[in-house]
């Protein structure tokens, strides 16, 4: 039984879709600069919840949204709107600022094989349809008109703060309230009038003005899943301010639940602290790529910690991430050419074993434990197709094919070879390690030999 641990009840549950198709929703990014491996570990996570679902054969309906206007320099309405910041940085527009930086994740997201969601929706395509949501809360008496724009009045929905917000301490220690207008420091913006010089702004029945950032996640998820949502996803970041009010806006509107399971994924760390752009510790996945790590060395790194713990990132255990996948990938291709058999029983066993690790909440290092513990088996084809198998949920690539192995390399170890047949084993040596300091290693086999790039 397929189980996730939903931040809505605390607990761990088994997970069944509404319908036939699971709907699943994921905060996607503000594109205002370069995403950072931190921001790379929440789409990693959604990979894997997508992945795993799929392995259970169910289909899935899955958005993301890109954050392209509203999201404040605060997640709780205060600053300036991130694309303003940053257009004014860069000397850019805000449309041209979201498209540099919306390639950039796009680019790097492919890198990691991340499965990505069928909607990939920017929030400045859905205006109208934030105009109407925030008219239906208008409506229905949840909303309220301040000369600065509309605001969700948290009073009028008992359920405020279901995963864990604590509004009154909020209240009470809200620094010196900025907008006496509000009814409560917690209400939060649907929709902002901007003054005449703002640069990104819409006309409404309030005038013009632009989104909140929190309406655009409720009304992307309305307009491409509708009013039940099985899975939602988003950093622990997310939790207590932009998914309450998520919450919040969507079950007014609907007058119903709306999102059945909440999925938060910890923090990547770095030096035992937070990884962010103000404290100038954060690493790209560009800068990984100049100290000679490969996206997928990152990937592999992801699975060696549970979504749900803080994972410190430091070079040596991406150092140590990297071997254990170049180990990974050479014992899987001497299992490839194998000729033992796997008893029918043990690949049973093995196939449960893997099943019984990712079911249990995404356990991805007990699913990483079952798959070294496969691959030391006797070399066996078998050992191949369950690898292959699993790795519909691991992503990674184990097609390493000769055509991208250089010439050179490949005259390297044709001499080597040779030297070896001719019993000149001085010469072979210095062969294989002159081809290892290029970056490749050759393994031996009976009757031949294989090279794989590291
Ligand atoms: P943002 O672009 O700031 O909205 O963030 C995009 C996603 O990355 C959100 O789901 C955040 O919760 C997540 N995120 C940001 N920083 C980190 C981090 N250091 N570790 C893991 N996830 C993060
Ligand atoms: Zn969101």
Redesign the pocket.
């Known amino acids: 039984m397929l189980k996730f641990f939903n931040s809505l009840t605390r607990a761990k549950e088994d997970f069944t879709p509404h319908g036939d198709v699971v709907k699943m929703y994921s ?4 594109v205002y600069s370069y ?2 491996i ?2 790379m ?2 789409y990693l996570f959604m990979d894997n919840i997508r992945r795993t679902l799929k392995y259970n054969d169910y289909k899935i309906d899955g958005v993301m949204n890109i ?1 392209d206007v509203g ?1 404040l320099t605060s997640d709780a309405d205060e600053g300036e709107d991130k694309m303003l910041v940053a257009s004014e940085r860069e000397h850019k527009s805000p449309w041209e600022i979201a498209k540099f930086y919306t390639d950039i994740f796009m680019k790097d997201v492919k890198s990691l094989n991340v499965d990505l969601p069928e909607h990939i929706v920017p929030a400045t395509s859905v205006i109208e349809d934030i105009i109407a949501f925030v008219q239906g809360l208008l409506d229905k008496g949840y909303a309220y008109q301040t000369s600065k724009g509309i605001y969700f009045d948290i009073s009028k929905f008992a359920g405020y703060g279901q995963l864990g917000m604590d509004v009154n301490a909020k209240k009470a220690g809200a620094r010196i309230e900025v907008d006496g207008e509000k009814r409560h420091p917690a209400d939060f913006a649907l929709w902002i009038k901007a003054p005449k010089e703002h640069i990104m702004q819409w006309s409404s029945p309030w005038g013009m003005g632009y989104p909140g950032w929190h309406i655009e996640c409720s009304c992307i998820g309305k307009k491409y899943l509708g009013d039940y949502i099985d899975i939602h996803t ?5 939790k207590t301010i932009h998914h309450e009010n998520e919450i919040a806006q969507s079950d007014c509107l609907e007058g119903h639940k709306v999102v059945h399971f909440w999925m938060h ?5 770095i030096d035992g602290g ?2 962010s752009k103000s404290l100038h510790n954060v690493f790209t996945l560009e800068d990984l790529q100049n100290n000679g790590f490969s996206p997928e060395d990152f990937r592999y790194f992801y699975f060696m910690a549970h979504y749900s713990k803080q994972q410190n990132f430091t070079y040596d255990s991406l150092m140590s991430a990297k071997n254990s996948l170049k180990n990974f990938k050479l014992a899987v291709q001497e299992h490839k050419k194998g000729e033992n058999k796997l008893p029918q029983e043990t690949i049973n066993r093995y196939q449960e074993e893997f099943l019984e690790a990712i079911n249990d909440d995404l356990n991805m290092p007990v699913a990483l434990a079952v798959c070294q513990k496969l691959l030391k088996e006797p070399k066996s084809q078998d050992v191949y197709r369950l690898i292959m198998k699993f790795n519909e949920v691991l992503g990674l690539d184990f097609e390493e094919k000769e055509e991208q192995i250089p010439a050179e390399i490949k005259a390297l170890a044709e001499q080597r070879w040779q030297a070896k047949q001719n019993k000149n084993y001085q010469e072979a040596d210095r062969l294989r390690t002159e081809i290892e300091a290029k970056g490749y290693t050759i393994k031996d086999r009976k009757d031949g030999y294989d090279i794989i790039k590291n």
């Open positions: 905060c996607g990014p503000t995403p950072h931190g921001n570990r929440a954050t999201h988003g950093g622990v970041d997310h994924l910890e923090f990547l760390q937070k990884m």
